[in-house]
């Protein structure tokens, strides 16, 4: 033995690294499962760790300004200078291609709105609520004004950590918006003090019966025990994998989410395409009548949009019966998500303007659209994009991954592999730990702010008050050069419905706005 680690003790460092190299080869050329190492042995291995590292070195060394997806760097830059209070003004003019089609102009007026002394917005610049009320027309028990255009849109604990969901609850209480729970169920993460809208679709977590259906009993008794939830929406499809259910790989189910959910540690939770509780439109309108009536709050959906024929379908039952759901939660296309089949989150559904364009209109025909609230959700985080919303007939926004940016995501795009650098789309411990929520929760709250801030002087530049006096004609589309140029109310054929608005102060006033 002595001999044997003598021996081994002469060996230079140099030579130890050729042993490791040597064994390396040899393992290369006896597998079968990799044709690059088999056929490179050592050198093969070079190419999938460039491989793995593509993303990042496109990202900071190869992309320009305005070239990445889903969100360039001049778009991310922003959102992350928003949330840390930091400049966030660009310098010698934009690098846009303010030529290129679809690219979009906003009319401003020759006289700006002007601000009194005593207005809303001379004492908090960000102030800036939703125009309607959720509930109002359908006479709910408890009805909801959202004290912010702008909130957290549909993401669950269990897609994102812990401290990502904790960070986002505190910063909707500092920002007076709403955190949208998403489908995972109300964890004690969502419960910081932030309004909360309890979102659920087919798995139905947080109120799911023991066949694995939807308990009114669970639904009633968690509205009760936690009076900060202010509305609930049922989710029928969501942008990035409409007609596909959820997805959450086993590697993200923690103890804890298991018993929030219902589900079993370490295994995928595939949520199935259908719903239980209703399996046509009447029973859609009964089953959101009856939530309503139990917890006596606004029941909306969501949904993406493709075909209008089951739409049509709900919106003659509306105008028929006056009963349905209080608001429209619209997802594009374009949306997010934890993980989704490419052929869905690529192929499947319209993007956010198409999608809304199409509903808005259907709705607009059948003389609905003011009794309803709209929400849009589809990459609207910005106010120039949340203008052009305004202008088409949103009256709230929901954003999900720029919410995620203000926090600290990267887009590294490996949310799906329970990997995130930034430890906001992961279960591990350690890299959770880089997140601290009292730090993010201010930063989420800074970047709603200033997107509010910001927003509002958009709005005061094309001579209105508020975001919902926005009309067709007020934003501009490139078609082709100026003389195809159009006006959205000729893009898309129609005209927004004017919202009822009589001024900043009545909104302030309100009984039911949110954020107290």
């Not at 004492?123 to 957290?152: H, Q, T």
């Amino acid at each position: 033995m002595d001999a044997v680690l003598n021996f081994l003790g002469n060996i230079s460092w140099w030579m130890w690294i050729l042993i490791v190299l040597l064994l390396i080869a040899i393992r290369d050329v006896f597998q079968r499962k990799h044709t690059i190492s088999h056929n490179f042995p050592i050198v093969g291995h070079i190419r999938y760790m460039f491989e793995s590292i593509g993303p990042e070195i496109r990202q900071y060394f190869v992309a320009n300004n305005r070239e990445e997806l889903p969100f360039n760097r001049i778009e991310r830059g922003w959102i992350y200078a928003s949330a840390k209070k930091q400049n966030n003004y660009e310098g010698f003019g934009t690098d846009r291609d303010i030529y290129k089609h679809h690219h979009m102009f906003i009319n401003n007026a020759m006289m700006p709105y002007k601000v009194a002394e005593n207005h809303p917005n001379a004492e908090d610049k960000s102030f800036l609520p939703c125009a309607k009320v959720m509930g109002e027309f359908n006479k709910r028990k408890r009805p909801y004004r959202p004290a912010s255009i702008i909130n957290v849109s549909a993401m669950s604990f269990g897609s994102l950590s812990a401290k990502a969901v904790e960070s986002m609850n505190k910063g909707v209480k500092l920002a007076h918006a709403y955190h949208n729970t998403g489908e995972g169920g109300l964890s004690p993460h969502h419960s910081h003090g932030g309004d909360v809208v309890f979102h659920f679709g087919t798995g139905y977590f947080g109120v799911r019966a023991e066949d694995g259906g939807f308990s009114m009993e669970k639904m009633v008794k968690l509205v009760n025990e936690n009076p900060f939830i202010r509305a609930i929406e049922v989710k029928l499809s969501q942008g990035a994998k409409p007609g596909k259910g959820g997805v959450l790989p086993g590697k993200k189910i923690t103890p804890e989410i298991a018993k929030i959910r219902g589900v079993e540690v370490g295994k995928d939770v595939l949520s199935p395409p259908n719903h239980k509780a209703f399996s046509n439109v009447p029973e859609l309108v009964d089953f959101v009548e009856a939530i309503a009536e139990a917890t006596g709050l606004p029941v909306g959906i969501k949904a993406a949009i493709g075909k209008l024929g089951q739409w049509e379908e709900l919106a003659d039952i509306m105008k028929t019966t006056g009963k349905g759901p209080d608001f429209i939660t619209v997802d594009g296309g374009e949306g997010g998500t934890g993980a989704a089949p490419p052929s869905f989150a690529d192929h499947v559904s319209l993007p956010w303007v198409y999608g809304f364009a199409d509903l808005y209109k259907l709705f607009q025909d059948k003389g609905l659209s003011e009794r309803i609230v709209f929400v849009g959700s589809g990459k609207l985080g910005f106010p120039a994009k949340a203008a052009m919303a305004f202008a088409m007939g949103v009256d709230c926004i929901n954003v999900a991954r720029e919410a995620m940016m203000s926090i600290g995501c990267i887009q590294a795009q490996v949310c799906h592999t329970n990997r995130c650098p930034a430890g906001v789309a992961t279960q591990s411990k350690w890299l959770q730990n880089g997140i601290d929520p009292t730090l993010k929760s201010v930063r989420l709250a800074q970047y709603f702010k200033t997107f509010r801030k910001e927003f509002i002087e958009i709005t005061h530049a094309a001579g209105y008050e508020h975001p919902c006096q926005f009309n067709m004609k007020d934003v501009v589309m490139n078609v082709d050069d100026h003389h195809l140029s159009k006006n959205l109310d000729i893009a898309y054929d129609y005209q927004k419905t004017p919202v009822p608005f009589d001024g900043m102060k009545s909104l302030q006033e309100c009984e039911y706005l949110g954020g107290k």
